[in-house]
């Protein structure tokens, strides 16, 4: 496989990494429903992100400073894709908690920030640079609404037996 080749398949991956956990949160919508606006919205951003990379291999395909850099084995990338698709299997699982949901969630975002899926990008365009901030803007947007999500699921729920006092009683 030539590097160009090897280019798009990279990039291939990188949409359909997206768009696997899109389905996944929308797996988690379905199987949640009292928190089906919160998974749904994940899920549309997610599919978002994967129009974005799409834009940026349109993009590499007009412009020739749009360099791919190989970054990471494509063999990761299908690990991560294998690995959400399990996921999805599992969704309607009986034994699947919410926190187990957002968990699992937060683990991929994560992963995706840590391991810096998006840098396999570089380019003195600016357009593409903006592209790459969003994607990474979105990717670390999303790691700290599942974190404030899995941190509010782990509160024990207020009791209703005590009204809290007025000030000043």
């Known amino acids: 496989m030539n590097t ?9 991956l990188l949409k359909e990494h997206e768009r696997v ?15 089906r606006d919160f998974w749904l919205a994940l899920s549309q951003e997610e599919d978002q992100h994967a129009r974005w990379i799409e834009s940026l291999q349109a993009k590499r395909e007009q412009e020739r400073g749009v360099l791919i850099v190989n970054r990471f084995p494509i063999e990761a990338i299908n690990h991560s894709i294998d690995y959400v698709n399990k996921l999805i299997d599992q969704a309607d699982r009986a034994d699947l908690t919410p926190i187990k949901a957002l968990s699992a969630a937060l683990n991929l975002e994560q992963a995706l920030l840590e ?21 990474a803007q979105g990717t ?21 037996a005590r009204a809290p006092s007025a000030p000043g009683t």
């Open 4 to 12: 160009t080749e090897a280019a798009v398949r990279e990039i291939d």
């Open 21 to 35: 956990i899109g389905r996944l949160y929308a797996a988690y919508a379905n199987r949640f429903p009292q928190e």
């Open 115 to 135: 391991n810096r899926y998006f840098e396999v990008f570089a380019s003195d365009s600016t357009e593409v640079r903006r592209v790459l901030e969003m994607l």
């Open 140 to 160: 670390a947007a999303h790691v700290e609404r599942v974190r404030r999500a899995w941190h509010e699921s782990k509160q024990p729920p207020h009791s209703s």
